[in-house]
């Protein structure tokens, strides 16, 4: 599947606006507007102006929604919630090279809130992957300890945890360790 930069882009931006949700006994990432500032210039996310209190809690809002869609069990359902979504943030395509960038497509409306930039632009790259027949490459850690989502990019679509390093070399390890425990008796 050929992706391009702008795509590749938003769907780090959601894969990564999704990981910032607490789970168990983490931190929310965007705990306040100073985090929800950090992930803005991280991701280099343009013409959103000065963040609010508003603004944290309409982004937390969409991260949520952005979550039910790494969870939705076919196209279909992806489809409807990518719809809302995208629906609801007044997406105006338009074409446009700032900040040294060559031309590219910005969904959202000239404006828009944080979230509402987040929802079209983030939207549109997920709508992109279910068009192209490729929904089922956005997951969920398959680590028992772990539930973040990531794109799988893999050539075979086989990628199962979000991170090989961590995620999937501790559990070949733990699995390896009970071989070896087996196999001594």
Not at 64 to 71: K, L, P, V
Not at 110 to 120: I, K, R, W, Y
Not at 127 to 147: K, Y
Request: with cysteine; net charge negative.
């Amino acid at each position: 599947m050929l992706i391009t930069h702008d795509t590749r882009c938003a769907l780090d931006t959601v894969v990564d606006l999704v990981n910032t949700a607490p789970e168990d006994d983490t931190t929310d990432g965007l705990a306040n507007v100073a985090g929800l500032h950090d992930f803005v210039q991280n991701h280099e996310i343009s013409d959103v102006g000065t963040l609010s209190e508003l603004d944290l809690s309409a982004v937390r809002k969409i991260r949520g929604r952005f979550a039910s869609i790494f969870a939705a069990p076919d196209p279909r359902a992806a489809a409807a919630l990518i719809n809302e979504l995208v629906a609801a943030a007044g997406t105006t395509p338009r074409l446009t090279d700032h900040d040294g960038y060559d031309w590219h497509v910005h969904y959202f409306a000239p404006g828009a809130s944080v979230a509402d930039h987040l929802a079209a632009d983030c939207g549109m790259a997920l709508a992109f992957f279910v068009v192209a027949g490729e929904q089922e490459r956005l997951r969920r850690c398959e680590a028992p300890d772990c539930r973040r989502a990531f794109v799988d990019l893999s050539r075979n679509r086989s990628r199962r945890y979000c991170d090989s390093r961590t995620c999937g070399n501790r559990l070949h390890v733990a699995a390896y360790r009970a071989r070896r425990k087996e196999a001594a008796g």
